[in-house]
């Protein structure tokens, strides 16, 4: 399984609901919570400009946010990005 990389912040339903669907998949991830200026200025070099959280990255590929991960899997598409190489 590829590794999973969520980038978040305590107090944003964003984060939660995008957590509660990996949970939900049983999907171990790994969580970096953004804390202050720096943390977030590097997850945004590696989100492609993108500050908003939360960001989610399966193996080097950037899914995107929230509403990119619950569109994966409305299309079907999120379980075949997370299942084993």
């Known amino acids: ?13 964003y984060c939660q609901a995008a957590l509660k669907l ?11 919570e953004i804390a202050d200026a720096a943390m977030q200025d590097a997850m945004a070099v590696r ?3 993108r ?3 939360p960001q ?3 193996g080097d590929r950037h899914v995107g946010g929230c509403d990119d991960l619950y569109a994966l899997e409305a299309a079907g598409k999120l379980d075949p990005l997370l299942a084993p190489a």
């Open 22 to 32: 990996l949970g939900e998949k049983k999907v171990a991830f790994e969580r970096i």
């Open 56 to 58: 989610i990255f399966i």
């Open 51 to 53: 500050r908003t959280v």
């Open 1 to 13: 399984m590829p590794q999973v990389t969520i980038y978040t912040k305590d107090y944003c339903p």
């Open 47 to 49: 989100a492609g400009g």
